[in-house]
């Protein structure tokens, strides 16, 4: 089975920096199809999860630009350009692309 | 909008049975696959069962395989999870999620206990 992993597990982050969030798993996740089925989700205290980005890069409809996406075969990352309040929460990323499908262990950010 | 919305959680015994419901609406049910993730209280997120848009695959994580069951019924446009055998350590949220290599919408999350 694919490991998703995720530094840091915890991120505490002054508003108006930027933050970066790395997942790395422990085989490719280029599909046969040619595309990278990873993915990164949002939990806000108390709420469901939100998808964010899907397929490396890509923001959802709403997503703020500050979120963005990078990354390729095993390596990737999240970065929040300038932090704000409605930020905190808990971030996943998430692969389709090998079975069975797995979630990162999740990176708690909040306020310093 | 793509609403789901989750029923059918509460307190069971272990080695009990529950059957979890998804009612889904603003969207063409039958083309997407559906898929069932759960948290464990103050845990992270674990895939649990995906089926595909059709009802003629399912997908089982290895914890669950052989006690839940996922089904669908289109005509319906409802999700189902049929969890039997309970233990313990299926005390969690479940959430419904549209999709299965591209989840995107979730729903709010039925929480089941397992405890006596």
């Known amino acids: 089975d694919v490991v998703m992993t995720q530094s840091p597990l915890s991120l505490p982050v002054t508003l108006g920096q930027p933050a970066s969030i790395s997942c790395m798993s422990s085989?490719?996740?280029?599909?046969?199809?040619?595309?990278?089925?990873l993915h990164w989700f949002q939990q806000r205290p108390g709420q469901s999860p939100r998808r964010l980005l899907y397929k490396v890069s890509n923001r959802d409809s709403g997503v703020p630009d500050r979120f963005s996406g990078s990354g390729s075969g095993t390596d990737f990352t999240l970065k929040i350009s300038r932090v704000e309040a409605e930020d905190v929460g808990t971030y996943y990323c998430?692969?389709?692309?090998?079975?069975?499908?797995?979630f990162g262990p999740g990176t708690k950010v909040d306020i310093k | 909008e793509v609403q789901l919305l989750e029923s059918g959680g509460g307190l069971v015994q272990p080695g009990g049975s529950l059957r979890l419901s998804c009612a889904a609406s603003g969207f063409t049910f039958s083309s997407h696959a559906m898929t069932w993730v759960r948290q464990a209280p103050g845990k992270g997120l674990e895939w649990v069962s995906s089926v595909s848009g059709s009802a003629e695959t399912t997908y089982y994580a290895d914890s669950v395989k052989g006690r839940f069951t996922i089904s669908r019924d289109n005509s319906k446009n409802t999700l189902y999870v049929q969890m039997n055998s309970l233990r313990a350590e299926d005390t969690a949220v479940y959430f419904c999620?549209?999709?299965?290599?591209?989840?995107?919408?979730w729903g709010q999350g039925a929480l089941v206990t397992v405890s006596s």
């Open positions: 998430f692969q389709g692309t090998q079975w069975p499908p797995s």
């Open positions: 085989q490719s996740l280029v599909h046969t199809d040619g595309y990278t089925y």
């Open positions: 999620v549209r999709g299965r290599v591209l989840p995107d919408y």
